[in-house]
């Protein structure tokens, strides 16, 4: 924990990090304080907090290319750690419902079946240094997950070649199937 602690202080510090240039989605819950800043007119000049166009309990906050408003200029630390949102404690992994083909499933049927699966971005650091294993064990910890199921769906394009699919990996399938999850970046 101390060591990704120190890979994300030097991450935010070189490249800004995942807390740069954002773009989230979350429930009112968690866009509660960036709303308060809104309504007190603390937001940053370009910062906008809106409700999602297709879902209306769905808030996305942007940051325009800088900083997140909480992102602390001098610590690098989160200033809304306790409340920050699913996303920012989930990353690098997200996920959303992918159709499967029946092998995966294990089932004879034909048709696809759409299941949530969960993906790692290989773009963050901390997915070259954290074995998979517990990247599946940060999404065991989320307090509900059909609570965060909806965000997932919306707004993640998990076809990008910087995806690892970490369900498929878990599920022990073959080393073709693998590679070609990772759609041979090699
Ligand atoms: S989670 Fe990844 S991208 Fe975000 S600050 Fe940490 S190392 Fe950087
Ligand atoms: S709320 Fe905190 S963790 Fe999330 S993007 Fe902002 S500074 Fe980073």
Redesign the pocket.
């Known amino acids: 924990m101390e060591e990704q602690k120190h890979i994300c202080t030097a991450c935010i510090e070189q490249t800004g ?4 240039d ?1 773009e ?1 989605s979350m429930y009112k819950e968690e866009a509660a ?2 709303l308060k800043l809104k309504e007190e007119g603390k937001l940053p000049e370009g910062h906008t907090v809106t409700q999602h166009k297709n879902d209306e309990d769905i808030w996305e ?1 942007h ?1 325009n290319e800088e ?6 200029p001098v610590t690098k ?5 306790e ?3 699913v ?3 989930t ?1 690098p992994v997200q996920w959303t419902k992918v159709k499967v083909k029946k092998k995966w499933l294990g089932i004879k049927k034909k048709k696809k079946k759409k299941k949530m699966q969960f993906f790692l971005d290989t773009y963050c650091p901390l997915s070259h240094r954290v074995p998979l294993n517990d990247f599946h064990r940060w999404m065991d910890d989320l307090p509900d997950p059909s609570y965060v199921k909806k965000i997932g769906e919306l707004d993640f394009e998990y076809k990008d070649r910087q995806y690892i699919n970490l369900t498929v990996i878990q599920n022990n399938a073959s080393p073709p199937e693998i590679a070609r999850d990772l759609r041979l970046r090699v």
């Open positions: 990090g995942c807390c740069t954002i989230i304080p960036f906050y940051s900083a997140c408003v909480f992102l602390d630390g989160c200033n809304n750690y409340k920050r949102p996303i920012c404690r990353y």
